[in-house]
């Protein structure tokens, strides 16, 4: 699949989610205007809505409803922005840029950003758990329990202590990179994929492979992540680069240079690509979308 058709379908379905996100934020009571505006301003600054996409592709490539899909989707990118909002505090990495804009403390104010965080995480929840993202209860349960467990102290809010941690005690192994960034970024990549199984009723080996194809695709996206860090245009990322390096965090750019990072970059994404062979032709999307990381600028 060329480049074009993936940057197109990618282009296309954060259209149409941000649709369906902006119409799920509308729907809910203003009784504390201050706190929606905020959470909306967060929301809805655009940006790839890569995980999206994903929830959105294997759930189709699982033969799922496109309407339960889009909620589950919702949800997912509702706890990353609160992991944004939250990450570009000042007393985590104090950044004024965010998608272009400037961050939520520094368009409203720290107080407010931690709470509109704290509200979006709670409602990511809350669209999990509504009927309306699915009927049978049971897929809902499932649904809450491994967004809570991608996102708890064993996953992305563990990944970013040990982040901070490296701050002071430096990491020089490459296995401790690894484990920080697989619980930081690749478990909500992982549950992600999952996530579009389950919601589309999928059986255990579907949902395995996906969930595989994710971490590893979270991992690929992750390094090249940092690479961008290193090498980035700022007017291009919508943020500050080279913080990274600034703050001393450990990354497989500070161990092992910009092509040993880009050569485990690769790995990753071939690594990803392998666990696709069960879908047959109705992945190829997600295959580009693996493929396309290395070589992305933003």
Request: aromatic residues 4%; glycine residues 8%.
């Amino acid at each position: 699949m060329s480049s074009q058709i993936y940057t197109s379908a990618l282009a296309q379905t954060a259209s149409e989610f941000d649709v369906a996100l902006a119409d799920l934020l509308a729907s809910q009571r203003d009784d504390v205007p201050r706190i929606w505006d905020a959470m909306r301003y967060a929301s809805l600054a655009g940006g790839k809505r890569l995980r999206p996409f994903l929830v959105l592709t294997c759930a189709e490539v699982c033969g799922g409803s496109r309407e339960s899909a889009l909620r589950v989707a919702a949800a997912v990118e509702m706890m990353h922005t609160y992991s944004l909002v939250h990450d570009d505090l000042p007393a985590m990495d104090d950044d004024d840029m965010r998608r272009g804009q400037p961050t939520l403390h520094r368009k409203f104010d720290e107080a407010t950003a931690i709470l509109a965080g704290d509200a979006l995480l709670t409602l990511a929840f809350e669209v999990l758990a509504d009927p309306a993202t699915h009927h049978d209860g049971q897929t809902r349960a499932e649904l809450v329990l491994g967004l809570a467990r991608a996102v708890g102290a064993r996953g992305m809010a563990g990944g970013q202590m040990l982040d901070l941690e490296a701050e002071i005690r430096p990491v020089d192994d490459e296995n401790q990179v690894m484990r920080l960034e697989s619980m930081k970024t690749g478990a909500l990549f992982a549950w992600s994929c999952e996530a579009g199984a389950v919601v589309a009723g999928a059986g255990e080996k579907e949902r395995t492979k996906l969930r595989a194809f994710g971490a590893e695709f979270g991992m690929a996206f992750q390094i090249t992540d940092d690479i961008l860090d290193e090498t980035g245009n700022p007017d291009e990322a919508g943020k500050a680069v080279g913080k990274d390096s600034e703050r001393g965090k450990a990354t497989l750019v500070s161990l092992g240079g910009l092509d040993g990072a880009r050569d485990a970059a690769l790995d990753h994404a071939q690594k990803a690509v392998e666990n696709l062979d069960l879908f047959g032709e109705k992945a190829d999307l997600l295959r580009a979308a693996a493929t396309q990381l290395i070589d992305r600028r933003v």
